[in-house]
């Protein structure tokens, strides 16, 4: 080799090295991506492979969903789970819908008010931290439900298997995961009594394998007996050994008795498309449906996409529907929800008739609506269609990041600190700010209400989009927005899934903007001048969508907010 030729060589080589060592960690995001037959879009590049592995092996959507539901368990700690809960919607390709709640109970030793000291004030994070915070856990029963329900493949095995060797062999962690893992790491310590596999030596760096031994031996008994794997034998005797170790309350008799339920998805109409979503007890597909209903007869489209305008009319909807939220909803196994009358056309007109196009109008004016009863931050969302045209549309949670950073010890699951999602005392906001009242105070058996959204519309009689987002009390009003986006603004499915979003929530009376919003000056200027305060915040969600497109063509959309992923088939 020449002289020259050497130097040309040793140059590459320590390139290449140089380039190694500095690029951190990435895997290769699909940010968006067009199928002809079939689309996955999650939180996590390997958890969307896997979905597409079991459409590949010919399961059905619910196959992949049961798929992916078990992979983010494993490579999405912070919200995927078999310690948490959620709700599925789904959408066969015969056109009957379905919703799956497997959203977490209270234990049957939870009291009303459980969270209060004795001067009747909630003990600040004890419904959020550690051992009292987490409800009993739901997915692995939800998962059973639809697996027995739906599966085509017909073998769970298959279906956790790649959760299980991901478990098991580890898998890179990114660099948001890195840095979530260390913001956390003195939580781990605090809430367990021994040291989970999310607390290493050195600090978590990008690219890092993340071991879950435990974990793998968890799952692989869930694989083996199915749902009693979890909830009955070694892993409930872990759970309840895990609480006697942090006065927690959840029991064996708990464990045994959690059911997942199917219940009547939510429906209605926004002109000529049909939104199937969650019912009580999530407040999300009842909101979503107030929210579209109430803007339905203003000209979305003249106004334009984050018009002043249009902003101040869906955040003055936004503050009447959470107001309601706040006063009406919570488990309807629990207290009656008067679920037709707040979505009936008259009521939600009443609702509007204060509405002033040039004035906001006062949170403290503007309480809940006077409905005739008639009788009867963390989360992850994804989506799933396959070549038959079945759809799935899932969001799940631990609740807050990492729920209540309890670990099984001996189980490696994390536990949800989903309790806090129920209003440990009236009026008082929980950590989304959210208010509740009666209708969601806690009682033994009883599901917190949620704002969770998994949401299919479909247009005539057609699948049109799924879409769904983490993001707490702003889920509602993202997948609000990206259906807007879509339908009134013409944005492009990706635009509509990243573009900036806002949020109002009634209390407090404020339009979020989170990072992403890009408003004019003069647009500001003119909400403010209409009465609005205007507070930039974090952590809108981050929504996954599917659309049909006009070719007839699937295109899948994950929000640029997170390691979200779309891969089609
Ligand atoms: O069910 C709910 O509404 C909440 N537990 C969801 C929490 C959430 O989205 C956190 N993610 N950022």
Not at 60 to 71: L, R
Not at 94 to 103: A, E, V
Not at 227 to 244: H, L, P, R
Not at 245 to 255: F, Q
């Amino acid at each position: 080799m020449s002289i020259n030729i050497k130097l040309l060589y040793i140059f590459l080589i320590t390139t290449v090295i140089s380039c190694k060592t500095k690029t951190p960690f990435t895997y290769q995001l699909q940010k968006s991506a067009i199928a002809d037959q079939a689309m996955v879009v999650t939180a996590h590049p390997l958890a969307s492979e896997i979905g597409l592995k079991i459409l590949k092996k010919g399961g059905n959507a619910v196959d992949a969903a049961i798929a992916v539901q078990y992979a983010l368990a494993v490579v999405l700690p912070v919200a995927g789970n078999i310690g948490g809960g959620g709700f599925m919607v789904v959408r066969m390709s015969d056109g009957i819908t379905n919703t799956l709640d497997f959203r977490e109970k209270a234990p049957s030793a939870a009291s009303r008010d459980m969270y209060l000291d004795a001067n009747k004030d909630v003990i600040p994070r004890l419904s959020i931290d550690g051992h009292l915070a987490p409800g009993v856990p739901g997915s692995v029963a939800g998962m059973q439900a639809a697996f027995e329900r739906y599966s085509k493949l017909k073998d769970f095995q298959v279906l956790i298997d790649p959760a299980i060797a991901l478990a098991r062999d580890g898998f890179a962690v990114t660099e948001k995961q890195a840095n979530g893992l260390n913001r956390n790491r003195e939580a781990f310590i605090k809430f367990n009594t021994t040291t989970p596999a999310f607390v290493k030596d050195t600090e978590w760096k990008a690219g890092d394998l993340l071991v879950q031994p435990a974990l793998a031996n968890t799952l692989t008994r869930i694989r083996d007996h199915g749902a009693a794997g979890f909830y009955e034998g070694a892993t409930a005797d872990m759970i309840v050994a895990e609480m006697k170790a942090g006065n927690g309350i959840i029991s064996l008799e708990d464990l045994k008795n959690y059911e997942a339920v199917w219940r009547e998805p939510l429906v209605s109409d926004y002109k000529d498309y049909k939104v199937i979503s969650m019912p009580p007890p999530s407040s999300g597909g009842l909101a979503l449906s107030q929210l579209l209903k109430m803007v339905e007869p203003y000209p979305l489209r003249k106004y334009g996409f984050q018009s002043a305008e249009s902003i101040h009319l869906m955040a003055e909807a936004e503050r009447r529907v959470y107001a309601d939220r706040a006063t009406y909803l919570g488990d309807g196994d629990f207290v009656p929800v008067p679920i037709r009358s707040l979505l009936d056309k008259a009521y939600l007109k009443t609702r509007m008739a204060d509405f002033d196009p040039n004035r906001a109008n006062d949170s403290e004016l503007i309480g809940a609506g006077l409905v005739t009863p008639v009788e009867s931050e963390e989360t992850t969302h994804f989506c799933v269609v396959d070549a038959a045209g079945n759809a799935v549309s899932l969001t799940t949670t631990l609740n807050g990041p990492y729920g209540s950073r309890t670990v099984v010890s001996g189980a490696g699951f994390i536990l949800n600190n989903e309790m806090d999602d129920f209003s440990a005392k009236p009026g008082t906001p929980n950590m989304y700010g959210l208010i509740g009242n009666e209708a969601n105070a806690i009682e033994p058996g009883k599901r917190m209400l949620s704002s969770m959204t998994p949401t299919i519309v479909t247009k005539d009689n057609e699948v049109f989009m799924l879409v769904g987002t983490p993001g707490g009390s702003t889920i509602i009003t993202s997948v609000f927005q990206t259906i807007l986006n879509v339908i009134e603004f013409d944005k492009s499915l990706p635009e509509a899934v990243s573009l900036g979003r806002f949020h109002h929530q009634w209390k407090p009376d404020l339009i979020y903007l989170d990072e992403l919003v890009q408003l004019s000056p003069s647009v500001k200027k003119n909400l403010i001048e209409k009465g609005h305060n205007l507070k930039q915040r974090s952590n809108f969600g981050r929504v996954e969508a599917i659309m049909k497109r006009a070719d007839g063509r699937w295109e899948g959309a994950a929000d640029v907010r997170g390691d979200d992923d779309a891969r089609g088939l």
